[in-house]
């Protein structure tokens, strides 16, 4: 008598359901740290300028805010030259982290990010908040982690899910900051990675709903949606964001490089913005800052052609004179506004030659951020959900897809590389194999087209210091043997020593080169 076979049941996994958990309580943590952060630097904003109306009608206020303005430079520079890892936006150092790049000390990060970055941003150089915002949230959950003993993928998942919460503290984004995360900064879909930054991400954005409100961060109404007659000239803003963006890339990446020339000490090179700063201050308070101001008055009132291309010409050299000197503040809001900002240029352009009704120049302003944003980022997804969470409407979908695949494209056949991965290598040297006696994984993704995909295991002479263990497959996972068949959309688990995790994967980045 044959046996009936048992019915297959399933045992209760709460692997997900502990990262959510977690994710919840990095969230909650880094949403208060970086609402605060943020609040502190939105009222020090708006006290600079006051200070600087004040002195426009009192000339002799100058010199003593002059000497105010070269102490806090020292004093950023001070913490800059104790801690390092503060330098710069934070982005490139979590993404180091996360690949096992590079790593540091949490908490003094976390307090001397803190101070510098509202000390920095706050005095109304052209610096954003989201990277200080990221790095700070990252630095929480690695806190968390060291707090919990939590070691390896675990230990990484907090850091990924802190990041995802810092940005969406920073701007009420947290479908575009989870993504933000995968695609930017983790560059792999892991599942627990996913909802570990889902769950930070949403903890985060309801506690800064509670100190900021519930008005999109980029409000801007508009009169009409775009016709499909003007779906043309999507093409031509995004070649044109395409073009400067990949210019911006270039003198970004350079301008540490000019600094260096300078005889001053590294630690003191925030001076040099500290003092330029003052004359946009005292004749132009209102364009001081990371650029949410800017945009916002852009759109509700869009100035003459003319007073365009200054403006993008004063925040484009300024921006990058204020990140360059290393100062703790990011690129990504200045990125936004310049993007605000070539959008007018572009429609005001088309409205003057008469191929556009002066009524669209408002939403070529908000496809412009998402286009010059996927172009220097070289993160079309993130762009897109991003715009449409700040501006609060999901009717740009379709004209901010085309602008931001437009852009992406053309910086893609420029050359150019995505920002925040180059600004990585600057700081990382290339490693050699360690050993640490501690085992960690690696996920390593198979895209479609690379020398992986159609190939069995045997085929492929993977690095000595590695071990292939498992094929993740969808939902389920596949043990590899010799003779296993890699497919396009396969996720490899690779165990190897951790301190060997970024070697390894260079290897295999290396070997597994995509084939024309």
Same mark, same amino acid.
């Given at each position: 008598?044959?046996?009936?076979?048992?019915?297959?049941?399933?045992?209760?996994?709460?692997?997900?359901?502990?990262?959510?958990?977690?994710?919840?309580?990095?969230?909650?943590?880094?949403?208060?740290?970086?609402?605060?952060?943020?609040?502190?630097?939105?009222?020090?904003?708006?006290?600079?300028?006051?200070?600087?109306?004040?002195?426009?009608?009192?000339?002799?206020?100058?010199?003593?805010?002059?000497?105010?303005?070269?102490?806090?430079?020292?004093?950023?520079?001070?913490?800059?030259?104790?801690?390092?890892?503060?330098?710069?936006?934070?982005?490139?150092?979590?993404?180091?982290?996360?690949?096992?790049?590079?790593?540091?000390?949490?908490?003094?990060?976390?307090?001397?990010?803190?101070?510098?970055?509202?000390?920095? &941003? $706050?005095? #109304?150089? /052209? +610096? %954003?908040?989201? =990277?200080?915002?990221? *790095?700070?949230?990252?630095?929480?959950?690695? @806190?968390?982690?060291?707090?919990?003993?939590?070691?390896?993928?675990?230990?990484?998942?907090?850091?990924?899910?802190?990041?995802?919460?810092?940005?969406?503290?920073?701007?009420?984004?947290?479908?575009?900051?989870?993504?933000?995360?995968?695609?930017?900064?983790?560059?792999?879909?892991?599942?627990?990675?996913?909802?570990?930054?889902?769950?930070?991400?949403?903890?985060?954005?309801?506690?800064?709903?509670?100190?900021?409100?519930?008005?999109?961060?980029?409000?801007?109404?508009?009169?009409?949606?775009?016709?499909?007659?003007?779906?043309?000239?999507? &093409? $031509?803003? #995004?070649? /044109? +964001? %395409?073009?400067? =963006?990949?210019?911006? *890339?270039?003198?970004?990446?350079?301008?540490? @490089?000019?600094?260096?020339?300078?005889?001053?000490?590294?630690?003191?090179?925030?001076?040099?913005?500290?003092?330029?700063?003052?004359?946009?201050?005292?004749?132009?308070?209102?364009?001081?800052?990371?650029?949410?101001?800017?945009?916002?008055?852009?759109?509700?009132?869009?100035?003459?052609?003319?007073?365009?291309?200054?403006?993008?010409?004063?925040?484009?050299?300024?921006?990058?004179?204020?990140?360059?000197?290393?100062?703790?503040?990011?690129?990504?809001?200045?990125?936004?506004?310049?993007?605000?900002?070539?959008?007018?240029?572009?429609?005001?352009?088309?409205?003057?030659?008469? +191929?556009?009704?002066?009524?669209?120049?408002?939403?070529?302003?908000?496809?412009?951020?998402? @286009?010059?944003?996927?172009?220097?980022?070289?993160?079309?997804?993130?762009?897109?959900?991003?715009?449409?969470?700040?501006?609060?409407?999901?009717?740009?979908?379709?004209?901010?897809?085309?602008?931001?695949?437009?852009?992406?494209?053309?910086?893609?056949?420029?050359?150019?590389?995505?920002?925040?991965?180059?600004?990585?290598?600057?700081?990382?040297?290339?490693?050699?194999?360690?050993?640490?006696?501690?085992?960690?994984?690696?996920?390593?993704?198979?895209?479609?087209?690379?020398?992986?995909?159609?190939?069995?295991?045997?085929?492929?002479?993977?690095?000595?210091?590695?071990?292939?263990?498992?094929?993740?497959?969808?939902?389920?996972?596949?043990?590899?043997?010799?003779?296993?068949?890699?497919?396009?959309?396969?996720?490899?688990?690779?165990?190897?020593?951790?301190?060997?995790?970024?070697?390894?994967?260079?290897?295999?980045?290396?070997?597994?080169?995509?084939?024309?």
């Amino acid at each position: 008598m044959q046996r009936q076979r048992q019915p297959h049941q399933r045992r209760l996994d709460l692997t997900r359901f502990s990262a959510i958990g977690r994710g919840l309580i990095v969230g909650v943590l880094a949403g208060f740290v970086v609402s605060v952060f943020r609040f502190c630097i939105e009222e020090g904003l708006h006290l600079v300028q006051w200070c600087y109306q004040q002195i426009s009608s009192n000339m002799w206020l100058l010199l003593p805010w002059i000497g105010l303005s070269v102490l806090v430079a020292v004093a950023i520079g001070l913490l800059v030259k104790q801690t390092p890892d503060i330098k710069g936006s934070g982005i490139p150092q979590v993404e180091g982290q996360l690949a096992g790049e590079l790593d540091y000390d949490w908490w003094p990060v976390l307090w001397k990010k803190f101070v510098g970055g509202i000390l920095g &941003i $706050g005095s #109304g150089l /052209f +610096l %954003g908040r989201e =990277g200080p915002s990221i *790095q700070l949230g990252a630095t929480i959950g690695q @806190g968390f982690a060291a707090k919990t003993k939590q070691t390896g993928a675990d230990r990484r998942s907090l850091i990924a899910g802190g990041a995802a919460a810092g940005l969406s503290a920073a701007f009420n984004a947290p479908i575009a900051s989870t993504l933000f995360v995968l695609e930017e900064v983790y560059h792999n879909f892991s599942p627990i990675i996913w909802t570990t930054a889902l769950a930070s991400a949403i903890a985060s954005n309801f506690i800064s709903m509670n100190f900021f409100g519930l008005v999109p961060v980029l409000h801007i109404p508009y009169a009409r949606n775009l016709p499909i007659s003007q779906y043309g000239n999507l &093409i $031509g803003l #995004g070649i /044109f +964001l %395409g073009l400067l =963006g990949y210019c911006y *890339q270039n003198v970004t990446l350079a301008a540490p @490089g000019w600094y260096a020339k300078l005889r001053l000490p590294t630690w003191l090179d925030g001076l040099i913005p500290f003092i330029l700063v003052i004359p946009i201050g005292l004749f132009w308070p209102q364009f001081l800052g990371g650029g949410n101001a800017v945009i916002l008055n852009l759109a509700a009132m869009p100035p003459a052609l003319i007073v365009l291309i200054g403006i993008f010409a004063l925040r484009f050299i300024f921006s990058t004179v204020s990140y360059g000197s290393g100062l703790p503040g990011g690129i990504f809001l200045p990125i936004l506004s310049l993007g605000a900002v070539l959008g007018a240029v572009y429609a005001q352009t088309m409205v003057n030659l008469g +191929l556009m009704p002066a009524h669209y120049v408002t939403n070529f302003i908000i496809f412009a951020m998402a @286009g010059y944003f996927a172009g220097i980022g070289k993160a079309p997804f993130t762009a897109i959900l991003l715009i449409t969470e700040m501006v609060g409407t999901l009717t740009h979908l379709m004209p901010l897809a085309v602008v931001s695949l437009t852009a992406y494209l053309v910086v893609d056949l420029l050359g150019g590389a995505p920002i925040y991965e180059a600004l990585l290598e600057k700081l990382t040297q290339p490693k050699l194999p360690e050993h640490s006696g501690i085992q960690d994984r690696l996920e390593f993704p198979v895209f479609e087209g690379s020398a992986l995909e159609s190939h069995q295991v045997r085929d492929f002479q993977w690095p000595k210091e590695s071990l292939l263990i498992a094929i993740r497959r969808g939902e389920r996972q596949v043990i590899p043997h010799g003779d296993t068949l890699m497919r396009a959309g396969d996720t490899l688990i690779i165990l190897t020593d951790r301190s060997n995790r970024a070697w390894v994967h260079h290897q295999i980045d290396r070997l597994t080169a995509t084939t024309s």
